[in-house]
């Protein structure tokens, strides 16, 4: 029912900012709680925040709070991951995913996973 396609990640240098998108195919972006994950080599993929359907919410984990900060556009069933101040622990690939519930976000059992997209952040 929704498929999820990221762009916008590449290489940058430590102190740079990026802004990643993730465009939902389909009508039925705005009744998903949509959500920011990555996973760098070697570990296991981690959560990163969340949205409800409508944006009015939106959880961090603590990790990425003040630096990452995710908004989503329904009407151009469009997700965003705004990221500053990269440094080289933020290498990883970054993935956006859509759930029915937030908390499947949460747990990593969303729905819908997209493909992904690298970034890498040189010192």
């Known amino acids: 029912q929704i498929q999820l396609v990221e762009s916008g990640g590449g290489l940058v240098q430590a102190g740079d900012s990026l802004r990643l998108s993730c465009v939902a195919s389909?009508?039925?972006?705005?009744?998903?709680?949509m959500g920011w994950f990555r996973q760098a080599p070697g570990k296991e993929r981690e959560f990163l925040t969340g949205?409800?359907?409508?944006?009015?919410?939106?959880y961090y984990d603590d990790s990425v709070k003040g630096r990452f900060t995710a908004s989503r556009d329904n009407a151009e069933n469009t997700l965003y991951l705004q990221m500053n101040s990269l440094t080289p622990e933020d290498t990883a690939v970054y993935y956006c995913?859509?759930?029915?519930?937030?908390?499947?976000?949460?747990?990593?059992?969303?729905?819908?996973w997209g493909q992904g997209t690298q970034v890498t952040v040189s010192s």
């Open positions: 995913a859509a759930a029915r519930k937030l908390h499947s976000l949460v747990v990593l059992t969303p729905d819908h």
């Open positions: 389909g009508r039925t972006f705005s009744s998903y709680a």
């Open positions: 949205t409800i359907a409508s944006g009015s919410s939106t």
